[in-house]
């Protein structure tokens, strides 16, 4: 009895912090949030400009702290499908060495650097661990460890990897994750070769 009563003062005490934290999240006028954006990068070149910009996922997932209410999430899902463009030849697999060399290339889109002098990296490494090999990677998103395995390498999750990569949103309305097909940050063969790293039997990723 008694133990059940300081669960309920413990449980009552988490819910009025939450509230407490809720309320003081300060209040930002987003016009002030994108001119901030701007000035933050005047060398940038000017046809990154519209970047600086809110697209309107970005702008549906800032204005709900990116938790969106369910019918605004399927309204982002959707939208972010819709921009998924698929290889002609239906084959959602490359090569996984290239995909593996991908994800370490964190190369890309610097204007200190511009215009590139090598192709795009996915950088995956930066957020996921991938392989048991590398142990420097950072843990933004889950590990990926194993993940065509866990999955038993079917074409159903080949294609859900494929969709995750080219653009996060469709399954993950919100996601912290780049959009990398989406921005054309990533052609369609690298996708495929960094989904072949995910989805290869033979791939460091599931040995
Ligand atoms: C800025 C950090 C970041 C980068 C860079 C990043 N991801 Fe992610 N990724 C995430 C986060 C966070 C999640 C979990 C939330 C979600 O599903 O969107 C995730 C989820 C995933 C998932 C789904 C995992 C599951 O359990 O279903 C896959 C697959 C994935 N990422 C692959 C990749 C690949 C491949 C790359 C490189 C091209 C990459 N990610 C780059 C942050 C990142």
């Not at 065509?148 to 949103?169: L, P, V």
Request: hydrophobic share 35%; proline share 8%.
């Amino acid at each position: 009895m008694q133990f059940k009563t300081i669960a309920l003062i413990i449980s009552v005490a988490g819910l009025a912090t939450t509230a407490a934290v809720a309320q003081t999240k300060p209040k930002v006028d987003p016009a002030k949030a994108d001119a901030a954006m701007k000035t933050a990068f005047p060398k940038a070149p000017a046809d990154w400009h519209p970047r600086l910009v809110g697209d309107e996922t970005m702008k549906d997932c800032s204005a709900h702290r990116n938790t969106p209410p369910q019918a605004l999430a399927k309204t982002i899902r959707e939208r972010a499908k819709a921009t998924i463009q698929y290889p002609p030849d239906g084959k959602l697999m490359g090569d996984w060495k290239k995909g593996e060399a991908l994800a370490q290339s964190g190369y890309g889109m610097r204007f200190t650097d511009y215009p590139p002098k090598r192709v795009n990296g996915g950088n995956c490494y930066a957020c996921h661990q991938l392989t048991k090999q590398e142990v420097s990677y950072g843990t933004m998103g889950p590990s990926l460890l194993e993940y065509g395995k866990i999955r038993k390498f079917s074409e159903a999750d080949t294609k859900i990897a494929y969709d995750k990569i080219y653009n996060s949103h469709a399954t993950f309305p919100c996601s912290l994750m780049p959009r990398f097909g989406a921005n054309n940050f990533l052609t369609i063969d690298q996708i495929k070769d960094l989904t072949a790293l995910l989805m290869s039997p033979d791939s460091p990723v599931n040995k």
